[in-house]
């Protein structure tokens, strides 16, 4: 019985793993439009608005960063359960 109980902990850490990942990539292309926003250079840009591109675009990175390690330490889990 307990094998089943560490099967299923285990799939749920891997949907969990892979989840967290897909999180981060899609942050990471959100935060990645947001600079790019930034640094090109197109007509007039109000200041207020580069300053809102910038924080967006550090909190979408900040965050993509938060669910890598998410998903780092899940898979070091997985990697103990599996040993």
């Known amino acids: 019985m307990s094998i089943v109980k560490?099967?299923?902990?285990?799939?749920?850490?891997?949907?969990?793993?892979?989840?967290?990942?897909r999180f981060a990539v899609v942050l990471l292309a959100v935060g990645?439009?947001?600079?790019?926003?930034?640094?090109?250079?197109?007509g007039e840009k109000v200041l207020i608005d580069l300053y809102m591109m910038m924080?967006?675009?550090m909190l979408f990175l900040a965050g993509?960063?938060?669910?890598?390690?998410?998903?780092?330490?899940?898979k070091t889990k997985l990697d103990d359960i599996n040993e």
């Not at 560490?6 to 990942?21: F, H, P, T």
């Open 6 to 21: 560490d099967s299923n902990a285990g799939k749920m850490l891997e949907e969990k793993m892979i989840d967290y990942k």
């Open 32 to 42: 990645s439009f947001f600079y790019l926003g930034v640094i090109i250079p197109s």
């Open 55 to 57: 924080c967006s675009s």
């Open 64 to 74: 993509s960063i938060y669910f890598f390690t998410l998903s780092k330490q899940i």
